[in-house]
């Protein structure tokens, strides 16, 4: 993602690559949830984001939707994807009412959203938009 984004232009951070930029380490950035596993500004430092994606090794459910109401609580306009994982069949269920949850609480959300679920049980990607 972070080379098909260079490609495309934008300004690209990889957190987990890359490390925090000093300019993403303002208390303000935080408090508008504006750090991500990865992103695409149009402009460097501009906070203009055409994708923020999180992903979330963690199997656990409370785990995946800590960083999901990142995305959802920032407040861009953009592409919103949450990358992560389940081990069998139940779990999928779970996870997807949880974000429709988290969505539905929202009295405004911006952005579309993008749940990207590796299910071990079936050994590929399951794709959710909301």
């Not at 994606?53 to 963690?58: P, Y």
């Not at 081990?87 to 949850?101: F, G, P, Q, T």
Request: aromatic share 10%; charged share 30%.
């Amino acid at each position: 993602l972070a080379l098909e984004g260079i490609k495309r232009g934008f300004s690209v951070r990889a957190e987990k690559v890359m490390g925090a930029l000093p300019e993403y380490c303002k208390d303000e950035d935080q408090q508008a949830f504006n750090r991500f596993d990865l992103s695409w500004e149009t402009v460097r430092d501009s906070r203009d984001f055409t994708l923020a994606v999180e992903i979330e090794m963690d199997i656990s459910t409370n785990k995946v939707m800590e960083d999901f109401n990142k995305l959802v609580n920032n407040k861009s306009n953009c592409l919103k994807v949450m990358v992560c994982q389940t081990r069998h069949e139940d779990e999928i269920e779970k996870l997807k009412s949880a974000v429709e949850n988290a969505l539905a609480k929202k009295s405004s959300i911006a952005g579309t959203y993008l749940l990207s679920i590796w299910a071990w049980s079936r050994g590929g990607f399951i794709h959710f938009q909301f």
